[in-house]
Each structure stands twice: as structure tokens, then as C-alpha cells.
């Protein structure tokens, strides 16, 4: 089975830029490269930070691009997100019985998770507090999935990453993720976890388990590991990660739709 997940997309109102970039054209590249290279992925993940202020138009513009994507699509959200208004415009199927993002997927013989990590609370932009948390409800919901997964491969998608990728402390990472680190350490199978929200591509291993994180599709954050612990912001990569698994293995290629490196010959 093959799924993609895309993160950060941060869409604004049609016409308007963020950072001096355009988040509608960098999702169209996207869209573009998923239906000419990844037309036959089961899955599209959309992990959160769908808009950047959570305007409705901008939710708008989203739910309209994503009429020519051709792989089906689920989305989660993020701390930039505002979960009332995304439910209004994408409908009250887009929100589980408990009124949030998440949802499960069995395709393949595998098992997608989707998990909803936005808290509400004063945050930079949205609606959200730029940490993430996992209620009991949230993890009560992984659990029970994991029980009807069976032992099945699973994998794992949320905004927020759970574990440090910096040597600086980092605010940004998943509030008290020792639960759902549990939980996930008693399933057999967990193939991969992936997130967004810290804008950088990174590979974790903990306990036998891969933890990622991508780049998305706005600007990117490098960390500069000098003696001062900087992080910048450069335009990009757009990235997103391609996850390729079956019942031996499981890879994920982090494949950037916004690049200006040029194709060289042989
Ligand atoms: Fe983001
Ligand atoms: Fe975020």
C-alpha cells in the first residue's frame, strides 16, 4: 500500500501571501506531482496547519483544490487550524463523534491512524496552542483501534511531533506524550509516526519505532546546530512524505514538489 501525507499547508484567502509566498499555488504544485507521480497512492493524510489564521475562505479555497486530487483524501488539524470553522465548511463527516479529526483507515491489509492533536488555546495564528495534546478521549480512540487493527501494520499521522528532534528545548512538541508513547510501544506492529508542524524533515528511532517529521508546504526551518542553537526559515522545500509498505518492510521518501534544484544529465 502507498499513502502521502502533506502538512502545513497554511492556506490564506485567495490572493493573499504569507511570508512573501503563496500557499494555494505551492498546494497546486503538490496536487500536481501527487496525480502525475502518486496517482495510485490508497491515501492522501493532510496533517494539520490547513490554513494559517483558520479564515473561512482560505478553508474554502482548500476544499475547492482538492476537487482534482486524485488519490482520496482525509485531513486532521492543526494548531493554526480552528476546528469549528473546519467543520462547517467540510461537513459534519469530517469531525468523529467525539468532534474531532480523527479517523481510521484499512487499506492493504495495512492501517492508517489519523489522530487530532490541536488544543485550543491562545496560539500564533489560529486557534490552537502551538504545543499539541492527546485527551483521554483522543488516546481512549487509539486505543480502540489499535485493538481492531489485530496485530495488522499500522501507521501512525498527527500534527504535532511527540519527541525532541533539538538540542534545544522546543515548545512546539506534542504536550505530555508519555500516554500515547505507551500505547504505542504495546502494539506490535507500528510502522511509522508522522508529523509536521516543526516545518523540518526528520527521522527519530525510539523503542524499535520510526517517528518523522516532514518539511510541508510552506516555509522550511534549518536547524543551524552552531554554539547559538539558531533555526532559520528558508522558502522551502514544499515536501511531503510518500510511505511505501507492505507486510516486509515499510519506506518513506520525502518527496519536495517545491524545489529549485535542476535536473542534471547523466
Ligand atoms: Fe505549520
Ligand atoms: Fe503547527
Redesign the pocket.
Known amino acids: 500500500m502507498k499513502f502521502i501525507v502533506l502538512s502545513?499547508l497554511?492556506m490564506t484567502r485567495p490572493g493573499e501571501l504569507l511570508a512573501g509566498l503563496d500557499p494555494a499555488l505551492r498546494l497546486e504544485l503538490a496536487i500536481d506531482r501527487i496525480n502525475a507521480a502518486h496517482g495510485d497512492a490508497d491515501l492522501v493524510v493532510l496533517a494539520g496547519?490547513l490554513t494559517d489564521r483558520a479564515r473561512t475562505a482560505a478553508y474554502e479555497a482548500l476544499r475547492g483544490a482538492l476537487g482534482r486530487l486524485v488519490p482520496p483524501w482525509t485531513a486532521t488539524l492543526?494548531n493554526?487550524d480552528n476546528r469549528e470553522v473546519y467543520g462547517r465548511i467540510f461537513g459534519a463527516g469530517s469531525l468523529d463523534g467525539n468532534g474531532f479529526a480523527q479517523s481510521a483507515h484499512h487499506v492493504g491489509g495495512e492501517v492508517v491512524l489519523v489522530l487530532d492533536s490541536l488544543e485550543k488555546g491562545p496560539g500564533s495564528g489560529g486557534w490552537g496552542l502551538a504545543s499539541g495534546r492527546l485527551c483521554g478521549l483522543r488516546l481512549d480512540w487509539l486505543r480502540g483501534e489499535l485493538g481492531l487493527a489485530a496485530g495488522r501494520p499500522v501507521h501512525v499521522v498527527l500534527h504535532h511531533p511527540a519527541l525532541q528532534v533539538s538540542a534545544l528545548p522546543d515548545a512546539y512538541l506534542l504536550e505530555d506524550p508519555r500516554e500515547f508513547l505507551e500505547i504505542l510501544d504495546g502494539y506490535p506492529d507500528i510502522r511509522g509516526v508522522t508529523a509536521?508542524?516543526i516545518?523540518m524533515a526528520t527521522t527519530t528511532l525510539r523503542r524499535g519505532i520510526p517517528y518523522h517529521t516532514i518539511a510541508?508546504g510552506?516555509a522550511t526551518t534549518r536547524e543551524e546546530f552552531g554554539p547559538h542553537g539558531a533555526r532559520v526559515r528558508l522558502e522551502g522545500p514544499g515536501q511531503m512524505a510518500v510511505v511505501i509498505s507492505d507486510a516486509e518492510h515499510t519506506v518513506v521518501h520525502f518527496d519536495n514538489y517545491v524545489d529549485h534544484h535542476p535536473v542534471i544529465a547523466e
Open positions: 502545513d497554511h496547519d492543526g493554526h509536521g508542524h516545518h510541508g510552506h
